[in-house]
């Protein structure tokens, strides 16, 4: 926080709120800190069982959200706020997702929070589906980050998480798709939902060349960070970029593309981080995250696979994860919906951490 704030104060003059807005990417983290300050450590349970109760509701909103918006084009504006309460943005819904689908796979309310009756636990994993099927078609970064909540808790091993439900319900799904073989093609929706739509977006993961209509869009990210990443390595940016305000996509990225939809973020967290603030605020981002991994995967290490302060350990690490691989896709880290978000798992994450303590040399000796 104290470079991100360097690298904004001096720029308050030239940019104004601009640089506000764009520091946001280090001013959220004041709700960690926030969360570590006023909240006793037990409170970190009571966010698990929080996030339960606010997850059958969350995955509804999706749903409502999505088709509210783009196939019968609602609007509910917010006060002073140009995001409306139906702007549906999949790598937001993405990071969700992927929290959520890990806390139904680890069945962390057993653990953690209030068990979930067996018909919840269904209606819930029909819900993900739902809003998977949207976000696979919508994004491939959010589909990416959504995989990792189920995929992740894998290392567990199938007879620690509670694997039959998503498989059944994901089988039923994929027959129908393959026997019915649906389009759904909203009006104001970026893609379409159909079959088609989702081997497109996978194949072109694999090989960009044969994504047809989706090229563009990854060499437009790829020229933009390849143009900063070059200039910013020169001596005049290395060690301070360019300062939190300055529109890094009007200066890196082919605008030409992008006119009738102006964009301020490069759309991946560690080039923001280089760009606003050079390679000292991309190491300290980074050396963050390492940092977390670290203290979450001594907790695994430590207490075991089958202990359940591990299968939380994993739920914070899978979501650190997803927020990665969504965030290098798209703008993640800047929204106030996923960034405040991030912050306060995050705090809260650190607060169960210390409440786990990691038995040191010596308590082992006089055990």
Same mark, same amino acid.
């Given at each position: 926080?104290?470079?991100?704030?360097?690298?904004?104060?001096?720029?308050?003059?030239?940019?104004?709120?601009?640089?506000? @807005?764009?520091?946001?990417? %280090?001013?959220?983290?004041?709700?960690?800190? #926030?969360? !570590? &300050?006023? +909240?006793? *450590?037990?409170?970190?349970?009571?966010?698990?069982?929080?996030?339960?109760?606010?997850?059958?509701?969350?995955?509804?909103?999706?749903?409502?959200?999505?088709?509210?918006?783009?196939?019968?084009?609602?609007?509910?504006?917010?006060?002073?706020?140009?995001?409306?309460?139906?702007?549906?943005?999949?790598?937001?819904?993405?990071?969700?997702?992927?929290?959520?689908?890990?806390?139904?796979?680890?069945?962390?309310?057993?653990?953690?929070? @209030?068990?979930?009756?067996? %018909?919840?636990?269904?209606?819930?994993?029909? #819900?993900? !589906? &739902?809003? +998977?099927? *949207?976000?696979?078609?919508?994004?491939?970064?959010?589909?990416?980050?959504?995989?990792?909540?189920?995929?992740?808790?894998?290392?567990?091993?199938?007879?620690?998480?509670?694997?039959?439900?998503?498989?059944?319900?994901?089988?039923?799904?994929?027959?129908?798709?393959?026997?019915?073989?649906?389009?759904?093609?909203?009006?104001?929706?970026?893609?379409?939902?159909?079959?088609?739509?989702?081997?497109?977006?996978?194949?072109?993961?694999?090989?960009?060349?044969?994504?047809?209509?989706?090229?563009?869009?990854?060499?437009?990210? !790829?020229?933009?960070?390849?143009?900063?990443?070059?200039?910013?390595?020169?001596?005049?940016?290395?060690?301070?970029?360019?300062?939190?305000?300055?529109?890094?996509?009007?200066?890196?990225?082919?605008?030409?593309?992008?006119?009738?939809?102006?964009?301020?973020?490069?759309?991946?967290?560690?080039?923001?981080?280089?760009?606003?603030?050079?390679?000292?605020?991309?190491?300290?981002?980074?050396?963050?995250?390492?940092?977390?991994?670290?203290?979450?995967?001594?907790?695994?290490?430590?207490?075991?696979?089958?202990?359940?302060?591990?299968?939380?350990?994993?739920?914070?690490?899978?979501?650190?994860?997803?927020?990665?691989?969504?965030?290098?896709?798209?703008?993640?880290?800047?929204?106030?919906?996923?960034?405040?978000?991030?912050?306060?798992?995050?705090?809260?994450?650190?607060?169960?951490?210390?409440?786990?303590?990691?038995?040191?040399?010596?308590?082992?000796?006089?055990?």
């Amino acid at each position: 926080m104290t470079w991100g704030m360097l690298r904004t104060i001096p720029n308050l003059p030239y940019f104004g709120m601009d640089a506000i @807005r764009d520091a946001v990417i %280090w001013g959220y983290a004041v709700f960690a800190l #926030l969360i !570590l &300050a006023l +909240f006793p *450590i037990q409170y970190q349970r009571n966010f698990l069982k929080f996030f339960q109760y606010l997850m059958p509701l969350w995955m509804v909103w999706m749903l409502t959200a999505f088709i509210a918006r783009n196939a019968f084009n609602i609007e509910i504006p917010l006060p002073n706020n140009p995001i409306g309460l139906f702007d549906f943005r999949s790598a937001d819904m993405g990071m969700y997702l992927a929290a959520i689908g890990a806390f139904l796979l680890l069945r962390l309310d057993i653990s953690h929070g @209030r068990k979930m009756p067996t %018909w919840l636990v269904w209606l819930s994993w029909v #819900l993900w !589906l &739902a809003d +998977f099927g *949207i976000v696979f078609s919508q994004s491939r970064g959010s589909f990416l980050g959504s995989l990792s909540g189920i995929v992740l808790p894998g290392i567990y091993g199938l007879k620690r998480i509670d694997w039959r439900p998503p498989v059944i319900l994901a089988f039923v799904v994929l027959i129908a798709l393959l026997a019915i073989n649906p389009v759904y093609n909203f009006p104001n929706a970026k893609r379409e939902i159909s079959v088609q739509q989702y081997v497109e977006n996978f194949t072109s993961l694999i090989n960009i060349n044969d994504s047809g209509s989706l090229t563009n869009t990854v060499n437009w990210r !790829l020229n933009m960070w390849r143009s900063l990443v070059e200039q910013v390595s020169s001596p005049e940016l290395f060690w301070q970029g360019h300062g939190f305000g300055f529109n890094l996509p009007a200066k890196y990225a082919d605008t030409a593309t992008n006119k009738d939809n102006p964009l301020r973020s490069p759309h991946d967290i560690f080039i923001s981080f280089l760009g606003f603030s050079g390679f000292p605020g991309l190491f300290l981002w980074c050396l963050f995250l390492v940092f977390l991994a670290r203290r979450f995967f001594k907790i695994i290490i430590t207490h075991g696979l089958s202990n359940s302060k591990s299968r939380l350990a994993l739920w914070y690490l899978i979501f650190i994860l997803s927020f990665i691989i969504i965030g290098s896709f798209g703008n993640l880290i800047e929204t106030p919906f996923s960034g405040i978000w991030f912050w306060v798992v995050i705090g809260f994450g650190l607060l169960f951490s210390y409440s786990s303590p990691v038995p040191t040399a010596q308590t082992s000796v006089q055990r």
